[in-house]
């Protein structure tokens, strides 16, 4: 399919997803909802912290580990489901999947038109976070000492792989019933476990170290880290201490491109799937 | 003679950015044991009245009465009493089987579980749908799928139900067995109404003892079907049949006083409602100077459709 | 059996069959809200947190079940029964909608049930939690009374969406995430200090949690009240929400009829 097809399946599947985000009859509560669900989640590690350490001071670099690696996580919740709720919502809730399916334009590109808006809210929502951190929290970040080339390829590459495993669970859901939307919860939180979000990968059995290494967020919560906080405190908490940042960014580019192809294929194999059982407009609630 | 619904001055309008009247003053009777038809293009306001009819919806002035209660202040002893079930719905879980779907109904009108079963069994074989009692509803076809909707209004034994357009979109088959059905239900009890829409004429000439043709909100006429065609007998009703021509004029021809046109096929067939025959020439010319030319030209025996036509200017199509 | 009865039976049905028929929902609803816990119990590894924390970690972690259940499996399905167009077949019956939502809490129940045993013994199991049960029927008696009063609260949300669509859907997304935080589902909500604490204590999940710490892990707990006043405002939140949800419920079924809401979809 031409470039400038999937150019327009991008941009109109992006302006419909902006519709259905933002179109309520309330845009305070739109906006509220947007910001205070992932903060609030953050809060919640706040006083945790807070409740053992007694005070941000007290270990300032666990706390920026924690807080950056919880508000850029929002990325993985977000962006993921985002993806993964297009298939949901098309099909039973609106029940358009049908028509979009037959519709000459690659869903894959459409799931991630879709998935911008998500994108551009988690956004702002990680920025408010980062600025309510350093205000009200004491978030020990200085913005000029920032690597911002580093944070720049880490964070496209990071929402690639994101965008890359958003659309193999889409996938994976065309094959699934409503109830088990636990799916993104369900690979989000062995996310949120494994790859180093909230504390070092070294808190974690040695198995379970292995797989977070080979899960590409583990690197890109690394280089966002490092890229935010040049210099060895993130280094000396991560446990992966041992690798220099270019050889984090190399890990990180390969296992990126080895989920691009996975995805490529799970979806693949879940579209025929579903439309061999029959599932692409199928309604499941009970 | 008990009425089941006493529909009087009754008119609601909906407010938004602009304020739409779907019905206005509308005042509708129908008997107990009746089989009432409500006629109407999309948007006259037939849901609306049988939602309101049906407690989902209050009117915004006039008063209705449903057996006997009003739908305003008495709507929870009315719910008992009655049922509805709309064509093309999708109601029920698709992870459930028909049995249980229509049980699970049955439950929420508080029939007792023997007497469900037994319902359910005799509903079930009535409509041709043994086979599939057990089958999950979402693996049912939409025919079957409607006849398990129309199965599930009738499962409750309800004193009064509103069919809104049951046979839309199924087969002939499938049309009649409902059709048979439902005129036997009827007449199965004295004590039983059934207020039903369509878009099918031929329906309604076949099923309702009574038939109310309503239009932008209201009613323009209503009688039994016999008598609505009677009305008719001052009038010619013409089906034409012509080369292809350029339809536009059959517009102007709808303007002309005592002339409804519905168009059969567009630019080929029309039909004509009369109220004077001479005024047949200057259809034909109408239809000769936009390069059509008359193929046949005969006169036919008025039906309810022509008594619509003329009521409401067009067609149902 | 009486109306309402068989009602809340016919409702609870299609919960309890329909999470039977999928067998996925094993997988996804008893091991995966396992991660969830596993990360906070790690994180307060980490940071060198006492033992009792993960405890609380656990006990959290199952009664979010419950409070999932409140939320997407009772008060917004409302919103999903309407979209696919059995909301209104709901409400032409003559049956109680409370009788309806309770059969949706029952029926919800189990799921949520089974979710929340699983995360309370495989966290145990799995994390080497210890609890201390000393007064079972005083525990018992505060989670049933905590889950009458969340599941009356969900009630109360429901009749908002009856008539609103995606707007109480958000509603319901906003009393996920900032409800775990300032109910405490994770760490005591004293530390929240005790404005913010007596505040979140109209929502009951938040003294529920509370009194159950207490009640599993004495003087570790930091409770906020002691744990027999904490059940009696506990039922007396249960009663209020019951009688708000019935006249909630009316309300709103009027409103909706008034306005034509409760039949228009795509919202």
Known sequence: ?286 | MAYALEVSALSRAFTGKQTVVALENVDLKVKEGELFGLLGPNGAGKTTLIKILSTLLLPTSGTAKVLGYDVDGEASKIRPLINMVSGGETSGYGLLTVRENLWMFSQFYGVPGSVARERIDGLLKAFGLEDKANAKVRTISTGQRQRMNIIRGFVTDPKLIFLDEPTLGLDVTTSRTIREYIRDWVRARDDRTLLLTTHYMREAEELCDRVAIIDRGTILACGPPAELKRRMNHASTFVMDTTSFDPAPLSAVRGVKGVSADEIESGKRVRLVLEDESAISDVISAVVSRGGRIVSLNKVEATLEDAFIEMVGRGLG | MPLNLRAAVGRAYPRVIGALREPSWTFFDVLLPLLGIAAYIYYYRALGAASSFEGFVVLGGAMTAFWLNVLWGMASQFYWEKEIGNLQLFLVSPMSRMALLAGMALGGMFSAGVRALSTLFLGLIIFDVHMTVEEPLFLAAVFLVTLIAIYGMGMMFASLFMLYGRDAWNISNLLQEPIYLVSGFYFPVRALGPWVSAAASIIPITLGLDAMRQLLFGEQALGLLPVATELVILCVLAVAFLVLARYALRYMERLGRKEGRLTLRWQ
């Not at chain 1, 998935?115 to 551009?120: F, G, P, V, W, Y």
Request: include cysteine; hydrophobic fraction near 55%; glycine fraction near 8%.
């Open chain 1, 1 to 286: 399919m031409a470039v400038s097809a999937h150019l327009r399946t991008f941009r109109h599947a992006a302006w419909l997803g902006w519709q259905m985000e933002s179109n309520w009859t309330r845009p305070w509560l739109f906006m509220i909802y947007s910001i205070a669900r992932p903060i609030a989640a953050t809060l919640i590690l706040v006083v945790m912290f807070l409740v053992v350490k007694q005070g941000v001071a007290n270990d300032p670099a666990m706390f920026a580990f924690t807080y950056l690696g919880s508000v850029f996580f929002m990325f993985v919740a977000q962006v993921m489901m985002g993806a993964t709720m297009v298939i949901m919502e098309d099909r039973e809730h609106y029940q358009t999947l049908k028509q979009l399916y037959i519709a000459p334009i690659s869903i894959r590109v459409y799931i991630i038109g879709r998935a911008m808006s998500k994108l551009l809210l988690t956004s702002v929502s990680v920025v408010i976070s980062i600025a309510f951190g350093i205000l009200v929290l004491g978030l020990p970040l200085d913005l000029g000492t920032v690597d911002w080339p580093l944070f720049a390829a880490a964070m496209a590459l990071g929402i690639s792989c994101i965008l890359a495993i958003g659309i193999a669970l889409a996938g994976i859901t065309f094959l699934t019933a409503k109830h088990s939307s636990g799916i993104n919860e369900g690979i989000g939180g062995a996310f949120y476990l494994l790859c180093g979000t909230l504390f070092p990968l070294t808190v974690l059995p040695s198995w379970a170290q292995a797989v977070g290494m080979a899960i590409p967020l583990t690197y890109w919560l690394e280089l966002v880290r490092r890229s935010l906080y040049p210099g060895s405190a993130m280094e000396a908490i991560s446990g992966l201490g041992a690798l220099g940042s270019g050889t984090i960014m190399l890990y990180l580019v390969v296992s990126t491109l080895a989920f691009l192809a996975a995805s490529t294929l799970i979806f693949r194999y879940a579209d025929r799937r579903a439309r061999r059982a029959g599932k692409v407009d199928m309604t499941t609630s009970y």
